[in-house]
């Protein structure tokens, strides 16, 4: 997130992007970099939003996430939030909350964490668990400093988001990310494509970035062969400047 961007549409981006079907999909957002200057804002924003979510179960469509999907997903996800919440480089400042008494319902979470080398940015835990890291806007190229950081941190390459209004951000965000994500989105949440609609797939961990819903996608299931036919025939041996 750049300090140009939008505030609601990063908030909105962020929350569906992590929390949607329990965060439980491919191209879930599960880390997210704020700017220190603007972060008090963020924050309390994304909390209270994240606060008003409605859990239950997905007869009733007023919520907005259910359980996840089994107990080896609960455990999964609970164990990483507990270990978090014992980490002292990291502070959950919402949900946490986790219950198996009916059904496998983890509260959507968030934590704050100060240290990139944590678990949290280097894994995926596949459900309603968001980790943010506040980068200091002040320093000199903090913009391209977290942008190189980003890249460099998970082993995946899915999906990413970046938010700004500033086009030469964009543009330098774009070229340090280039192997980042299969699939980048400028000031849009990060999932929610449509194959058929818009080619997706990620390089890395998450695959050979070949994109179902392109033609590039079709070709891997056949033999490409390329035919070259002479309609008029060629005898000479020299070439023009030889002879």
């Known amino acids: ?33 704020f700017p220190k200057s603007q972060w008090p804002e963020y924050k309390a924003k994304l909390v209270a939003a994240t606060n008003k979510l409605a859990m239950g179960s997905p007869e009733d469509f007023k ?6 999907i089994d107990e080896t997903a609960f455990k999964r996800v609970s164990k990483a939030i507990a270990d978090a919440k014992k ?19 983890i509260r959507p979470t968030i934590v704050e964490c100060t240290d990139l080398d944590n678990v949290l940015f280097k894994e995926e835990f596949f459900g309603p668990l968001l980790s943010v890291y506040v980068y ?13 950081e980003i890249n460099a941190g998970a082993p995946f ?16 965000a774009k070229k340090r990310l280039c192997y980042a994500a299969g699939n980048l989105y400028i000031n849009n949440q990060s999932t929610g494509s449509v194959v058929g ?7 890395r961990w998450s695959g050979t970035n070949n994109k179902p819903g392109s033609r590039g996608f079709v070709e891997q299931f ?19 400047h030889q002879q």
Not at 87 to 105: H, L, N
Not at 137 to 146: G, L, V
Not at 197 to 203: I, K, N
Request: charged residues 25%; glycine residues 10%.
């Open 63 to 68: 919520n907005f996430l259910g359980a996840v």
């Open 87 to 105: 980490d002292p480089t990291c502070t959950v400042i919402a949900g946490g909350e986790c219950s198996d008494e009916k059904g496998w319902f």
């Open 157 to 172: 390459g899915l999906t990413g988001s970046i938010y700004s209004r500033d086009r030469q951000r964009i543009g330098a």
């Open 197 to 203: 609609q818009q080619p997706f797939g990620g390089s």
């Open 222 to 240: 056949v033999s490409p062969r390329t035919v070259k036919e002479a309609l008029q025939h060629e005898r000479a041996i020299l070439h023009p």
């Open 136 to 148: 200091d806007d002040a320093e000199p190229e903090a913009w391209t400093k977290i942008a190189k």
């Open 1 to 33: 997130v750049d300090t140009s961007a939008d505030p609601e549409t990063v908030i909105a981006g962020t929350i569906r992007s992590a929390f949607e079907l329990q965060g439980q999909k491919c191209s879930a957002c599960s880390r997210a970099f």
